[in-house]
């Protein structure tokens, strides 16, 4: 350890110490004794207290020799010489401050109520204090979308109110971009001296290194600026996090209708495993499921929660983990939109007393079960013909004969509008006057009746046509995994429809028998959805009504062709960046309020969609609008979350090596500050003051004694 002085020239007055050792050799000087017989009984009594004596004044020699070194080299204030400081510029420097604003600022220190944030203001603003009076100085802050930087100037009272505005951001940041912001306004300065001050936690994930450090342009050319960095976090070799970096909600229809299963990746950015974590499930302020989860040491872990809504609507709620040393990143929003139940009419092409007998039988017990999205109304072709196709979501026609032509222009004019259609077929129709009937709103056309084997003769089943390919990723059909998708394959089918060639570009075939045969076939028809079955739902014609696929492959065709079975990846705008809105055609005004009721820009795509400005905090928001010319309304169904990005979870440190081979050898580090700042060491120069007054009446004691 080297140590530089305060006063040096102080150090002169240690020549005083030479003092006692001048006086100790003067009194060394003894005359010549003379042998005197009558005080030498008395000499030799004292000879034991001559000893002491000759001890007291040894101590006395050290103690004022001591306290005449101590004393001026304590005037001269030593202190411990900071191998990290660069050489001072010659001349005033232009400076600018830059204060990282990101989300990892926000992190406490383990014992600290401050957060980084906050102890970078306090450093900073100590090294504007410290600038000399001719060095302009100005503040830069990192936000992508923050004014641009103005040049260094004199108004220290401009720049400390610029400290005061400057507010945590829960952005992510590049500070290399952010440097370059700052050399610019470098640029600007006449003065040809440059330094840069940037107060941040050094998180790697922040910088850029693989791109060349900033520069800054001068009459002289190009040069590089003295660098100072004001480590926030204190020289912490690691700022453990954990956080949710990712939800997923899908739909649990094995739990039951309007089930979903909320499924959080939890992320442990730290050396030491994460044990029994609370992870809650908020909708809205309650909480509806919570769990523990242990996460391995820099590795992931996955936290499943299920809730059953109690019925349709938007809802909105968070998974949250149990807060740490980063809150902002331990919460992920979502915004949900359930289905309503689905009103279902169901047409009983076929009635029958005997309940297994009757057509709409199997499909009336699979939609009428628990977890079912529908709530059917069974009638038979004459009394469908005067319900009101207005009130139903879904129409089922089970081999139904005929319509109406009234109410097939009706039924037409639903499905336009988005309502679903599925058609079963059997014995009771007719091929030509289907398509005459029904038109477009048939899949394809129909053709003739195929008959794989008659279910009467011996060794049926054997010959019986049975599904090959079904399009299990399709949503109706994607619960069916592994084992499971048995009892759709294992179904045999005697009859069925073959249709005519068609316009294949607009159908989806859904399965197809082992002869190449389309079984199911789905299409649009203006906003809805048709769905086509070749054979029929009842055992007149196949047995897969018996089937235990039957039942969850009926509720989830019903709840497809409805609109109601969305199993799209959950939409999470993250912040800073902008979210594109469909409204419904017609709608205008469009108003965008944040979680704390800011209003957010909005501005027309190129496509003709709304676009938010890029929002600048986590939480829910909420759109309004004015549809046909009505007073302005909430719009639920375009209400969104907005969540943090992951990449500021990471707080993996820089190493201060590695800077500085970037930012080259005029770097210097400095650590600590803010409110949290651990006191400093007591100075070396009060230390030897202390000892000094101590000497002093130690001296005192001696001289007394």
Same mark, same amino acid.
């Given at each position: 350890?080297?140590? &530089? ?12 110490a030479?003092?006692?050792l ?7 000087r ?8 009558a ?5 030799r ?9 000759r ?7 050290l ?6 070194l101590?004393l001026?080299?304590?005037?001269a ?12 510029? /010659?001349g005033?420097?232009?400076?600018v ?9 926000g +992190?406490?220190?383990p014992?600290?109520s401050?957060t980084l944030?906050?102890?970078?203001q ?11 009076? &001719? ?5 830069v ?12 100037g004199?108004e220290r ?9 400057a507010?945590l951001?829960y952005?992510? /940041? ?14 600007e ?5 440059k330094r840069?001050?940037l107060a ?5 994930a922040? =910088?850029?290194?693989d ?8 009459s002289?050319?190009e040069?590089?600026?003295e660098?100072?960095l ?13 956080a949710?970096? /990712? ?12 089930? +979903? ?9 730290s ?6 974590a609370t ?23 996955v936290?499943?929660?299920s +809730?059953? =809504? ?9 998974? *949250? ?13 979502f915004?949900l939109?359930?289905?309503?139940d689905?009103?279902?009419?169901v ?8 309940r ?7 499909? *009336?017990?699979?939609?009428g ?6 709530r059917?109304?069974v009638?038979?072709?004459e009394a469908a ?10 129409? $089922?026609?089970?081999?139904?004969? *005929? ?6 222009? @009706? $039924?037409r004019?639903r499905?336009?509008q988005?309502?679903g ?7 009771q129709?007719?091929?030509?006057? +289907? ?8 899949v ?7 008959t794989?084997?008659d279910?009467k ?6 010959r ?39 316009d ?11 002869d ?5 076939l789905?299409?649009r %028809?203006g906003?809805? %959805?048709?769905v086509l ?12 009504p018996?089937?235990t ?5 009926? #509720? ?10 969305? &199993?799209?990846g959950?939409? #999470? ?15 205008t005004?469009?108003?965008?309020l944040?979680?704390?009721? @800011? ?8 496509e003709?969609k709304a676009?938010?400005?890029?929002p ?10 004015s549809r046909?010319?009505?007073?302005a309304?909430?719009?639920? *169904?375009?209400?969104f979350a907005?969540?943090?990005?992951p990449?500021?979870?990471?707080l ?12 080259? &050898?005029?770097?210097?580090?400095r650590?600590?500050?803010? #409110? ?7 100075p $070396? ?5 202390a ?8 001296e005192g004691?001696?001289? %007394?004694?």
């Open positions: 350890m080297s140590l &530089e002085f305060a006063n040096p020239w102080m150090l002169w007055g240690s020549a005083l030479a003092v006692p001048i006086i100790h050799l003067f009194n060394r003894r005359a010549r004794p003379h042998p005197f017989a005080i030498d009984f008395v000499l009594s004292r000879r034991r207290t001559a000893r002491r004596l001890l007291k004044r040894l101590l006395l020699f103690v004022r020799t001591l306290f005449l101590a001026p080299i304590a005037l204030r030593p202190q411990q010489k900071r191998e990290d400081v660069a050489a001072a510029p /010659q005033p420097a232009a400076t401050i830059v204060l990282d604003t990101s989300l990892s600022m +992190y406490r220190l014992g600290g401050a944030f906050e102890r970078a306090g450093m900073a603003r100590d090294a504007l204090a410290s600038l000399a009076p &001719e060095d302009p100085a100005t503040l802050t990192c936000e992508a979308d923050g004014p641009p930087p103005t040049p260094p004199f009272g401009a720049v400390r109110e610029a400290f005061d505005r507010t951001t952005e992510p /940041q590049d500070m290399t971009a952010c440097f370059a912001r700052a050399a610019r306004a470098l640029a300065s006449p003065l040809p001296s840069l001050i941040t936690d050094l998180t790697a922040a =910088f850029r290194l791109v060349p450090a900033p520069t800054i342009a001068t002289q050319g040069v590089r600026p660098v100072v004001l480590d926030a976090a204190g020289g912490a070799k690691e700022l453990p996090n954990a949710i970096s /990712q939800l997923r909600v899908e739909a649990a229809p094995a739990i039951g209708h309007r089930a +979903y299963q909320f499924t959080a990746t939890v992320t442990n950015h050396s030491s495993p994460l044990k029994d992870a809650l499930l908020r909708v809205g302020k309650d909480v509806v499921a919570k769990g523990f989860v242990d996460v391995p040491a820099r590795g992931t872990a936290k499943t929660l +809730y059953r =809504f109690p019925a349709g609507g938007v809802f909105q709620g968070a998974m *949250e983990l149990g807060h740490d040393s980063l809150e902002a990143d331990d919460v992920r929003h915004a939109r359930v289905p309503r689905i009103k279902a009419l047409v009983d092409g076929e009635p029958n007393p005997v297994f007998l009757d057509e709409a039988f199997f499909v *009336e017990t699979a939609l079960s628990p977890g079912s999205p529908a059917p109304t009638r038979d072709a013909a005067q319900e009101d196709f207005a009130e139903y979501d879904v129409f $089922l026609l089970l081999n139904v004969r *005929e319509l109406p032509a009234a109410k097939v222009l @009706q $039924l004019e499905v336009l988005g309502a259609l599925l058609v079963s077929l059997g014995d129709v007719d091929g030509e006057a +289907y398509n005459a009937l029904f038109g477009d709103l048939l394809r056309p129909l053709h003739l009746v195929k794989a084997a279910r003769e011996e060794g049926a089943e054997k019986a046509a049975r599904l090959a390919h079904v399009a299990f990723d399709h949503p109706a059909f994607s619960v069916f995994t592994g084992e499971g998708r048995e009892g759709m394959l294992a179904a045999r089918t005697y009859r069925y429809f073959l249709l005519a060639p068609g294949a570009s607009q159908v989806t075939t859904l399965a197809s028998y082992d190449g045969a389309p079984a199911l789905e299409a %028809r906003k809805g %959805r048709v079955y070749t054979s029929s739902v009842d055992r007149s014609w196949t047995d897969w018996i089937r696929s039957f039942l969850p492959a009926m #509720q989830r065709l019903t709840g497809w062709i409805s609109g109601a079975l969305d &199993e799209k959950l939409e #999470q705008a993250l912040v800073g960046e902008a979210k594109a809105l469909e409204p419904a055609p017609g709608t005004d469009l108003k965008v944040g979680p704390d009721d @800011q209003e957010l820009r909005l501005a027309t795509s190129t003709g676009v938010t400005s890029g600048r905090a986590p939480g829910i928001y909420r759109v309004s609008g046909a010319g009505a007073a309304a909430p719009l639920p *169904e375009l209400t907005v969540n943090v990005h990449r500021e979870s990471d993996a440190r820089l190493d201060e090596t590695e800077l500085k081979s970037y930012f080259g &050898e005029r770097t210097t580090t650590k600590g500050g803010g #409110q949290d700042e651990v006191p400093p060491p007591l $070396l120069w009060s230390m030897l003051l000892l000094a007054a101590g000497l002093l009446l130690s004691l001696l001289l %007394r004694s």
